[in-house]
């Protein structure tokens, strides 16, 4: 299919590895230029120069963190108009409600709530000029059920689902679109590390930290990066302009939830 995006300009944040990579290739192969940000410039730089010589795109890199106000200057002047936004940042670590402390929150809204919001802020206004954008919001599936552990992303994350669906639906009759794919678990170094966990913690395999999981997943298997990508490149595409403000979850039926 022709996403009919091909010559767009589109922001990536987060995209040097996992899901952000994913959809930064999902949308090269649609033929958009990229701009990709990460804070790791090495791993930024070897994604971006595998994508481009696949591609043939122009990619351009911008090593920060866009969860500070610096970094995301950083990126909104390299980026400069952009078509497409796709955001995205690692989330806040697991714990205990008991522990966790006012600073702990405002952290967490720093990265998962506010960042979005700075970056949407800045971009939505040219979009809109222009009469055409789509932005995708990478959230998670704790948003549709809440995780116990992960309390500050629960809240961070619910907080920007709030922003997007009133916000949302005052920009699309410009031919701007804003929704969010909430991610479960996929096979990426995230996964590695939570398996890793299980796997140290139970004294068995990675295989049977693995299998357990899968377990508990209708699917039986964790998600790809290529299909996350593909549905975020299909959310920016041309085809998308009547899907507005939604909460898409690619999860392998985790969620178990009627609607």
Known sequence: MDLGIRGKRALVCASSKGLGLGCARALAEAGC?????ARGAEALEEAAARIREEFGVGVKTVAADVTTEA???QVLEAAGDVDILV????GPP?????????????KALDANMLT???LMKAL?????ERGWGRVVNITSQSVKAPIAVLGLSNSARAGLTGYVAGTARQVAGKGVNINNLLPGIHATDRADSLDKGVADSQGITMDEARAQRYATLPAGRYGTKEEF??????LCSQHAGFIVGQNILLDGGGVN???
């Open 87 to 90: 955001t995205n940042a690692g």
């Open 94 to 106: 697991p714990g205990s409600w008991q522990d966790w402390e006012r600073e702990d929150f405002i």
């Open 124 to 128: 939505l206004p040219g979009m809109m």
């Open 71 to 73: 970094g995301q200057a």
């Open 33 to 37: 230029d990229l701009v990709m940000n």
């Open 257 to 259: 939830a009627t609607l």
């Open 116 to 118: 979005p919001i700075a």
């Open 229 to 234: 990508g593909a549905a975020c490149a299909f």
